[in-house]
């Protein structure tokens, strides 16, 4: 399955263009700015940073930003395995940066479900389960960034 994906066309471009993993790469940084970006700066503010701005206010266009950030990620991220798909299965720093990823995005998705996110949106109080799901997320998408710069390192 692995090697069918590696010749899969668009990677074997991808691996022979001069131009195309480079500009790929880019728009996976790209995406990971946006993203982590945006994360980063509401989770700022529900750990008591920028206390002027309500959440309320500051979450809607960051959610929008970080998912289109992930969506971006996530695309070129694929593009970028699929050049290589075994020799990033082999790598440490690949699946380590994968599972802080998935905690990230489930971190995410379990905090927007949650009471007390509703309660902050309406204009209330950020309470300590909200303060630490933030530094869960933190935590989680500074791992994957780290991880994710790692992985050239071992391989």
Not at 85 to 107: E, H, I, T
Request: hydrophobic share 60%; with cysteine.
């Amino acid at each position: 399955m692995w090697q069918a994906l590696a010749e899969w066309p668009v990677a074997a471009l991808i691996r022979r263009s001069a131009i195309a993993y480079p500009l790929v790469n880019a728009a996976h940084i790209l995406g990971l700015g946006m993203l982590f970006g945006a994360i980063a700066t509401l989770d700022l503010r529900m750990l008591g940073m920028f206390r002027a701005q309500p959440v309320s206010l500051l979450a809607p266009p960051l959610r929008r930003m970080a998912a289109g950030g992930l969506t971006l990620a996530a695309v070129t991220g694929f593009l970028l395995f699929s050049t290589r798909p075994q020799a990033y299965l082999g790598n440490p720093a690949f699946l380590l940066k994968l599972g802080l990823v998935a905690l990230g995005a489930l971190n995410a998705l379990a905090l927007h479900r949650a009471a007390a996110w509703r309660t902050a949106m309406a204009g209330g109080a950020v309470d300590m389960r909200l303060k630490v799901a933030a530094v869960l997320s933190l935590a989680c998408w500074v791992g994957a960034v780290l991880a994710g710069r790692w992985i050239g390192f071992l391989q």
